[in-house]
Protein backbone atom coordinates (compact mmCIF):
# COMPACT_ATOMS: atom_id res chain seq x y z
CA UNK A 1 0.00 0.00 0.00
CA UNK A 2 0.81 3.62 -0.36
CA UNK A 3 2.07 5.51 2.51
CA UNK A 4 3.38 8.68 2.79
CA UNK A 5 4.28 9.27 6.56
CA UNK A 6 4.70 12.93 7.53
CA UNK A 7 6.61 13.81 10.81
CA UNK A 8 5.09 14.69 14.24
CA UNK A 9 3.47 18.73 15.34
CA UNK A 10 6.08 21.01 15.81
CA UNK A 11 5.68 24.53 17.68
CA UNK A 12 8.15 26.64 17.26
CA UNK A 13 8.93 30.88 18.06
CA UNK A 14 8.28 33.64 15.09
CA UNK A 15 12.74 33.61 13.51
CA UNK A 16 13.06 30.22 14.45
CA UNK A 17 14.06 28.27 11.15
CA UNK A 18 12.11 24.09 10.93
CA UNK A 19 12.29 21.72 8.35
CA UNK A 20 9.20 18.98 7.92
CA UNK A 21 9.50 15.89 6.58
CA UNK A 22 7.07 13.60 4.33
CA UNK A 23 8.31 9.84 4.03
CA UNK A 24 6.81 7.64 1.20
CA UNK A 25 6.44 3.68 0.99
CA UNK A 26 4.88 1.11 -1.04
CA UNK A 27 5.62 2.50 -4.72
CA UNK A 28 8.44 4.14 -6.17
CA UNK A 29 9.57 6.85 -4.97
CA UNK A 30 11.26 8.54 -7.44
CA UNK A 31 8.93 8.39 -10.26
CA UNK A 32 5.99 10.51 -8.76
CA UNK A 33 5.33 14.25 -8.16
CA UNK A 34 5.13 15.11 -4.16
CA UNK A 35 2.86 18.34 -3.64
CA UNK A 36 3.07 20.37 -0.53
CA UNK A 37 -0.43 21.92 1.08
CA UNK A 38 -1.23 24.64 3.20
CA UNK A 39 -4.39 24.62 5.44
CA UNK A 40 -4.64 27.57 7.86
CA UNK A 41 -6.85 26.89 10.93
CA UNK A 42 -10.34 26.69 9.82
CA UNK A 43 -9.78 27.45 6.19
CA UNK A 44 -9.38 25.94 3.02
CA UNK A 45 -6.77 24.31 1.13
CA UNK A 46 -3.70 26.38 -0.56
CA UNK A 47 -1.05 25.05 -3.16
CA UNK A 48 2.65 25.48 -2.34
CA UNK A 49 4.80 23.75 -4.57
CA UNK A 50 5.58 20.46 -6.06
CA UNK A 51 9.06 18.23 -6.04
CA UNK A 52 10.26 15.31 -8.62
CA UNK A 53 12.81 13.15 -6.30
CA UNK A 54 13.76 11.42 -9.08
CA UNK A 55 15.54 14.64 -10.28
CA UNK A 56 14.69 17.41 -7.54
CA UNK A 57 12.65 19.52 -10.23
CA UNK A 58 10.45 21.74 -8.45
CA UNK A 59 7.57 24.05 -9.17
CA UNK A 60 6.36 26.37 -6.79
CA UNK A 61 3.00 28.31 -6.39
CA UNK A 62 4.09 32.40 -6.88
CA UNK A 63 1.95 32.94 -3.52
CA UNK A 64 5.03 30.64 -1.95
CA UNK A 65 7.55 31.10 -3.69
CA UNK A 66 10.99 32.43 -1.68
CA UNK A 67 8.76 31.92 1.45
CA UNK A 68 9.87 28.73 1.79
CA UNK A 69 12.36 26.07 0.25
CA UNK A 70 11.20 22.68 -0.95
CA UNK A 71 13.02 19.62 -1.40
CA UNK A 72 13.67 15.81 -1.71
CA UNK A 73 16.19 13.16 -0.60
CA UNK A 74 15.30 9.98 -3.05
CA UNK A 75 18.48 7.93 -0.62
CA UNK A 76 15.67 7.74 2.14
CA UNK A 77 12.70 8.10 0.72
CA UNK A 78 12.04 11.47 1.72
CA UNK A 79 10.38 15.13 0.80
CA UNK A 80 11.27 18.09 3.47
CA UNK A 81 9.48 21.39 3.76
CA UNK A 82 11.56 24.14 4.81
CA UNK A 83 11.85 27.64 6.28
CA UNK A 84 14.51 29.58 7.65
CA UNK A 85 12.32 32.25 9.67
CA UNK A 86 9.27 31.23 10.78
CA UNK A 87 6.29 33.61 10.98
CA UNK A 88 3.44 33.76 13.06
CA UNK A 89 1.17 33.59 9.70
CA UNK A 90 3.15 30.21 8.94
CA UNK A 91 0.83 28.85 11.83
CA UNK A 92 -1.01 25.84 9.68
CA UNK A 93 -1.22 21.97 8.98
CA UNK A 94 1.27 20.79 6.14
CA UNK A 95 -0.09 18.54 3.94
CA UNK A 96 2.40 15.94 1.67
CA UNK A 97 0.35 14.28 -1.26
CA UNK A 98 1.54 12.21 -4.24
CA UNK A 99 0.65 13.41 -7.67
CA UNK A 100 -1.03 10.51 -10.11
CA UNK A 101 2.02 9.01 -12.27
CA UNK A 102 0.52 10.31 -15.46
CA UNK A 103 -2.27 13.04 -14.91
CA UNK A 104 -2.37 15.57 -12.55
CA UNK A 105 -4.37 15.13 -9.81
CA UNK A 106 -3.51 14.24 -6.01
CA UNK A 107 -4.19 10.95 -5.05
CA UNK A 108 -2.50 10.07 -1.85
CA UNK A 109 -2.26 12.19 1.09
CA UNK A 110 -0.06 12.41 4.44
CA UNK A 111 -1.70 12.47 7.18
CA UNK A 112 -0.56 16.24 7.81
CA UNK A 113 2.20 18.12 10.07
CA UNK A 114 0.50 21.07 12.54
CA UNK A 115 3.45 23.87 12.71
CA UNK A 116 2.34 25.89 15.03
CA UNK A 117 4.36 29.42 15.80
CA UNK A 118 3.79 31.68 18.71
CA UNK A 119 6.00 33.54 20.88
CA UNK B 1 -3.90 32.01 -12.19
CA UNK B 2 -7.13 29.52 -12.25
CA UNK B 3 -9.46 30.88 -9.28
CA UNK B 4 -12.42 28.08 -8.61
CA UNK B 5 -15.48 29.42 -6.73
CA UNK B 6 -17.48 27.54 -4.81
CA UNK B 7 -21.20 27.20 -4.09
CA UNK B 8 -22.91 27.38 -1.72
CA UNK B 9 -20.87 27.40 1.13
CA UNK B 10 -22.87 25.52 3.10
CA UNK B 11 -25.46 23.04 1.96
CA UNK B 12 -27.79 21.56 5.16
CA UNK B 13 -29.80 18.34 4.16
CA UNK B 14 -31.15 15.26 5.62
CA UNK B 15 -30.13 11.75 4.61
CA UNK B 16 -31.04 10.89 1.77
CA UNK B 17 -31.69 13.96 -0.30
CA UNK B 18 -29.51 14.83 -3.22
CA UNK B 19 -26.89 17.39 -3.05
CA UNK B 20 -25.31 19.07 -5.54
CA UNK B 21 -21.66 20.87 -5.15
CA UNK B 22 -20.89 23.77 -7.82
CA UNK B 23 -17.52 24.66 -8.60
CA UNK B 24 -16.70 27.70 -11.17
CA UNK B 25 -13.85 28.13 -12.85
CA UNK B 26 -12.43 31.82 -14.10
CA UNK B 27 -11.39 30.58 -17.06
CA UNK B 28 -11.85 27.40 -19.11
CA UNK B 29 -9.84 24.07 -17.94
CA UNK B 30 -9.14 22.27 -20.89
CA UNK B 31 -9.05 18.40 -20.77
CA UNK B 32 -11.33 18.84 -17.49
CA UNK B 33 -8.44 18.64 -15.03
CA UNK B 34 -10.97 18.68 -12.36
CA UNK B 35 -10.52 16.88 -8.87
CA UNK B 36 -13.22 16.80 -6.04
CA UNK B 37 -12.16 16.18 -2.16
CA UNK B 38 -13.64 15.28 0.63
CA UNK B 39 -12.41 16.26 3.67
CA UNK B 40 -13.66 15.39 7.10
CA UNK B 41 -12.73 17.43 10.88
CA UNK B 42 -9.20 16.24 11.40
CA UNK B 43 -8.24 14.36 8.69
CA UNK B 44 -6.50 14.48 5.21
CA UNK B 45 -8.64 15.49 2.04
CA UNK B 46 -9.70 11.90 0.29
CA UNK B 47 -10.12 12.03 -3.80
CA UNK B 48 -13.24 11.23 -4.87
CA UNK B 49 -13.53 12.22 -8.31
CA UNK B 50 -10.60 13.28 -11.13
CA UNK B 51 -11.09 14.21 -14.71
CA UNK B 52 -14.49 15.91 -13.73
CA UNK B 53 -16.33 12.74 -13.50
CA UNK B 54 -13.98 9.34 -13.22
CA UNK B 55 -14.43 8.36 -9.52
CA UNK B 56 -11.20 7.49 -7.78
CA UNK B 57 -10.96 3.55 -6.25
CA UNK B 58 -13.41 2.65 -3.16
CA UNK B 59 -15.83 5.57 -4.16
CA UNK B 60 -19.25 4.74 -3.45
CA UNK B 61 -21.47 5.54 -6.91
CA UNK B 62 -23.72 7.94 -4.98
CA UNK B 63 -20.65 10.03 -6.16
CA UNK B 64 -20.81 11.81 -9.45
CA UNK B 65 -18.78 14.47 -11.08
CA UNK B 66 -19.27 16.42 -14.17
CA UNK B 67 -18.85 19.68 -16.55
CA UNK B 68 -16.72 20.89 -18.68
CA UNK B 69 -15.27 24.38 -19.56
CA UNK B 70 -15.71 26.51 -16.40
CA UNK B 71 -19.00 24.50 -14.86
CA UNK B 72 -18.07 21.77 -12.89
CA UNK B 73 -20.86 19.71 -10.10
CA UNK B 74 -20.30 17.03 -7.67
CA UNK B 75 -23.54 15.37 -6.86
CA UNK B 76 -23.62 13.24 -3.98
CA UNK B 77 -27.44 11.12 -5.01
CA UNK B 78 -28.43 10.24 -1.49
CA UNK B 79 -26.12 11.53 1.49
CA UNK B 80 -25.95 9.33 4.12
CA UNK B 81 -24.84 10.65 7.93
CA UNK B 82 -20.56 10.12 6.90
CA UNK B 83 -20.60 12.26 4.38
CA UNK B 84 -20.93 15.22 6.34
CA UNK B 85 -17.42 16.82 5.34
CA UNK B 86 -15.97 20.06 3.48
CA UNK B 87 -15.54 19.49 -0.34
CA UNK B 88 -13.03 21.00 -2.50
CA UNK B 89 -12.23 21.22 -6.21
CA UNK B 90 -9.55 21.73 -8.01
CA UNK B 91 -8.16 22.23 -10.46
CA UNK B 92 -4.69 20.66 -11.79
CA UNK B 93 -4.69 21.58 -15.49
CA UNK B 94 -2.75 25.04 -15.31
CA UNK B 95 0.16 26.64 -13.09
CA UNK B 96 -0.05 27.17 -10.16
CA UNK B 97 -2.93 24.24 -9.56
CA UNK B 98 -5.50 25.98 -7.65
CA UNK B 99 -8.73 24.89 -5.01
CA UNK B 100 -11.85 25.99 -4.61
CA UNK B 101 -12.21 27.70 -0.74
CA UNK B 102 -14.95 24.80 -0.52
CA UNK B 103 -18.21 23.67 0.51
CA UNK B 104 -19.39 22.40 3.39
CA UNK B 105 -21.81 19.55 4.13
CA UNK B 106 -23.96 18.77 7.27
CA UNK B 107 -26.35 16.41 7.36
CA UNK B 108 -29.19 17.23 9.69
Known amino acids: DVQLVQSGAEVKKPGESLQISCKGSGYSFTDYWIAWVRQMPGKGLEWMGIIYPGDSDTRYSPSFQGQVTISADKSIYTAYLQWTSLKASDTATYYC????????????WGQGTLVTVSS | EIVLTQSPGTLSLSPGQRATLSCRAS???????LAWYQQTPGQAPRLLIYGASSRATGIPDRFSGSGSGTDFTLTISRLEPEDSAVYYC?????????FGQGTKVEIK
Open chain 2, 90 to 98: HQYGSSPRT
Open chain 2, 27 to 33: QSLSGSY
Open chain 1, 97 to 108: ARRHESSGYVED
